[in-house]
């Protein structure tokens, strides 16, 4: 008999990357993972919305991030988000109460524009 081997694809339960935490390159923790957003038609995963606070001393805020913009550390069991303290602080972001209309083209264009990813659904 074969021994079965690790899907390096292997699918993941939405409820285990809630709560994940996210760090720069550099270990430090920027926030965690709030949600993910699914898109129902291709069942492809939008955003990861992540909050982020403390650290970046700008009080808890959301941010919805294109999934493609993490990389996941499976040692560390966490996500790993290049970008800049700076650039993070000037993200579009929303509060909680105040969720953007995830339905409008022009936001989700904006959202992949801003970090540099190619939209998912082209």
């Given at each position: 008999m074969s021994q079965l081997q690790a899907?390096?694809?292997?699918?993941?339960?939405?409820?285990?990357?809630?709560g994940t935490d996210v760090v720069n390159p550099n270990g430090d923790n920027l926030g965690d993972i709030k949600e993910v957003v699914?898109?129902?038609?291709?069942?492809?995963?939008?955003y990861a919305v992540v909050s982020f606070g403390g650290f970046l001393t700008m009080g808890e805020k959301l941010f919805a991030i294109p999934f493609s913009s993490f990389k996941y550390d499976p040692?560390?069991?966490?996500?790993?988000?290049?970008?800049?303290k700076e650039r993070l602080e000037a993200a579009?972001?929303?509060d909680s109460d105040n969720w953007p209309s995830m339905s409008d083209?022009?936001?989700?264009?904006?959202v992949y524009k801003y970090y540099?990813?190619?939209?998912?659904?082209?």
């Open positions: 899907f390096s694809n292997s699918p993941v339960k939405a409820s285990s990357i809630i699914i898109d129902p038609n291709t069942g492809k995963v939008a040692t560390e069991n966490e996500y790993v988000l290049d970008i800049s579009p972001g929303f083209e022009k936001w989700n264009r904006d540099e990813r190619p939209p998912y659904w082209e």
